[in-house]
């Protein structure tokens, strides 16, 4: 599928990918230089003032796992915690879980080193843990669709999941019916939420629960947010 200068291919398990591939020097370069200088100047600020919303998106994540999982949860890993607000909420909800995040972007570690929360300060490839080092959950809010490598963080976090473990994700819905019914309605360049580098990959509900399964997780939840298409679909055009 071409978009202009945009492109992507599809996988052999059916999500997309950027076609060609950023480098993974092209994305250091973006992260570091541009992505929350540029595109999200004001990150803090906003989830600062949507604090109330984010803390109700907190107690639905933990009500989620509890309800598979039941209130003995030993271990809590967050990939790519930002600025630390869910895992001081998990470890304030959570008072007998250990819980620790993993950070690489030195914005946000700076906004977190004066709380003293148990981030380690690295990708996902280079943290390391110890044959026995598992955790009964996983949580990776908006992590998937950034990496070059997708299938190899899914494995990675399978492997450290205890026997009875949750990965829970949230990805953006790309590549739906209702965005192509958009596209359709009003002309729009088909592919619009097509956003190179920093978004690689791009799932939707299926092909999401095609990757894991695949993979050797069994899916034992799924939901998604309101669509923003609907707006669109109701002549309320946010892109123009």
């Not at 890993?77 to 630390?84: A, I, K, P, Q, Y």
């Amino acid at each position: 599928m071409s978009s202009g200068v945009l492109s992507v291919k599809q996988h052999a398990l059916g999500f997309y990918q950027l076609d060609p591939l950023p480098t993974q020097e092209e994305l250091d370069a973006f992260y570091r230089d541009e992505f929350y200088q540029t595109r999200k100047p004001d990150y803090a600020r906003e989830e600062e003032e949507d604090a109330a919303w984010h803390q109700m998106q907190y107690a639905d994540r933990l009500a989620k796992i509890t309800k598979h999982l039941g209130g003995d949860i030993s271990s809590v890993l967050e990939v790519g915690c930002g600025t630390g607000r869910f895992l001081k909420y998990l470890m304030r909800e959570m008072l007998d879980t250990r819980c620790e995040g993993i950070e690489p972007n030195e914005l946000l570690r700076a906004a977190t080193s004066r709380d003293g929360l148990p981030i380690r300060r690295c990708n996902w490839r280079s943290a390391r843990y110890g044959d026995r080092e598992r955790f009964d959950v996983i949580f990776a809010h908006f992590v998937l669709e950034h990496l070059l490598e997708p299938i190899d963080f899914l494995l990675w976090a399978r492997s450290l999941l205890t026997q009875r473990g949750i990965l829970y994700l949230a990805v953006p819905n790309d590549f739906t019916q209702l965005q192509e019914q958009a596209v359709a309605k009003l002309n729009l360049r088909s592919g619009y939420w097509i956003s190179r580098p920093d978004h690689v990959n791009y799932f939707n509900f299926n092909s999401l629960v095609t990757t894991l399964r695949v993979l050797g997780f069994e899916v034992i939840d799924r939901d998604t947010t309101f669509s923003m298409e609907a707006y669109l679909l109701t002549d309320q055009n946010y892109i123009s």
